[in-house]
C-alpha cells in the first residue's frame, strides 16, 4: 500500500524501519564541538551515546529483575540478570573499539568538553544505585538538574537489587537481619556474621535450593563484569590522558582507580572465604 493511503492518517503513511527507529532524528544527534570537525569526535560521541542506550536497557532488566523476584520466580529474575550481563561484556567490547583513537587524537578535541564529564552520566549513578551501591553525595553533580536529581533521589528510596534479592532470601528460610545505622558496631558485627551464616549455608546446601544458588552465582558474576568494565575503564583513561586531571575537574584516572573495588554484593564475595570450614 502506497504512502498517502487512505488506511494511514495525513502525513503519516507507511511505518518503516527508519520511522519505527526514528532513524533520521537519531543520526542527527551527533554533533561535534571541535573546529573544524576532528575526524575521531564523531567515534567519541557514538561510543558515549551507546553507552547510555544500554544504561537505559540494564535499568530496564534490573527494575524487572526486583518485580520477578517479589514474585518469587526466580528462573526468570536469572534470564534478565544474564541478559544484563550480555550487555556488560559489549561495555567492556566497546572500550576496545574507543582505544583505536590515539592519545593525540582526543587531545585535539578534548578542551571543547569542558566542563562536561562522565563522571555526570545520571544513568550510570542510577545503575550504581538501583544494584545497591547508594551514596547520596553523588547527588551533588547534579545541583543544575533538578530533572536527574528527583530520578537519583527516588532511586536512593526505592528498594535496590541487594534488598530484593535478600528479602527472597528471607522468604525461603535465610536469617539475614539489616543493619541500622542507629545500632552499635557489635551488633553491627553480631548481624553481619548471622548474614554470612546464612549464605554460607545457601552455598554447602545448594542441592536443597538450587535455583537461588543460581541467582547468586549470576549476580556475582554481574558484580565481576561491572569490576572489569571498571578496570579497563580507567586503563584506557590512563593511556588516553595519563594522570591529568578529568574534562569535569574531577581526578581523572586517580579517582577511576579507587572506585576498581566497588562490589555491589560484597557479602556474596566474602562467603567464600568461610566455605569448607
Not at 31 to 55: G, M, R
Request: one cysteine or more; hydrophobic letters at 35%; glycine letters at 6%.
Amino acid at each position: 500500500m502506497s504512502f498517502g493511503d487512505e488506511k494511514y492518517p495525513p502525513g503519516k503513511g507507511r511505518l518503516t524501519y527508519g520511522s519505527y527507529l526514528k532513524v533520521p532524528e537519531l543520526i542527527k544527534l551527533q554533533q561535534a564541538l571541535s573546529e573544524p570537525e576532528h575526524h575521531d569526535e564523531l567515534l567519541f560521541i557514538v561510543i558515549h551515546q551507546v553507552y547510555e542506550l544500554w544504561f537505559k536497557q540494564i535499568l530496564h532488566e534490573l527494575d524487572a529483575v526486583i518485580v520477578t523476584l517479589g514474585r518469587g520466580e526466580i528462573w526468570e529474575s536469572i534470564r534478565l540478570l544474564r541478559r544484563c550481563i550480555e550487555i556488560q561484556r559489549i561495555l567492556v567490547a566497546q572500550i576496545q573499539i574507543l582505544e583505536t583513537m590515539t592519545p593525540t587524537d582526543f587531545l585535539a578535541f578534548r578542551d571543547r568538553l569542558l566542563p562536561a564529564s562522565g563522571f555526570q552520566s545520571a544513568q550510570f549513578r542510577e545503575v550504581e544505585f538501583l544494584s545497591g551501591a547508594k551514596n547520596r553525595r553523588f547527588l551533588s553533580n547534579y545541583t543544575d538538574d533538578p530533572e536527574n536529581t528527583a530520578v537519583l533521589e527516588r532511586r536512593l528510596q526505592s528498594p535496590s537489587l541487594v534488598d530484593a534479592v535478600y528479602d527472597t532470601l528471607k522468604v525461603r528460610g535465610f536469617d539475614l537481619p539489616a543493619d541500622d545505622k542507629t545500632l552499635k558496631d557489635d551488633e553491627l558485627a553480631r548481624r553481619k556474621e548471622i548474614r554470612i551464616s546464612s549464605l554460607s549455608r545457601l552455598y554447602s546446601e545448594s542441592g536443597n535450593h538450587y535455583d537461588l544458588y543460581m541467582l547468586a552465582e549470576t549476580l556475582i558474576e554481574y558484580d565481576e563484569n561491572f569490576l572489569t568494565w571498571r578496570d579497563r575503564h580507567v586503563r584506557m583513561v590512563e593511556r588516553m590522558i595519563g594522570s591529568k586531571q578529568g574534562t569535569g575537574g574531577s581526578e581523572g584516572a586517580e579517582y577511576l582507580r579507587r572506585t576498581l573495588d566497588k562490589k555491589f554484593f560484597p557479602e556474596l564475595w566474602e562467603v567464600r572465604s568461610f566455605l569448607n570450614k
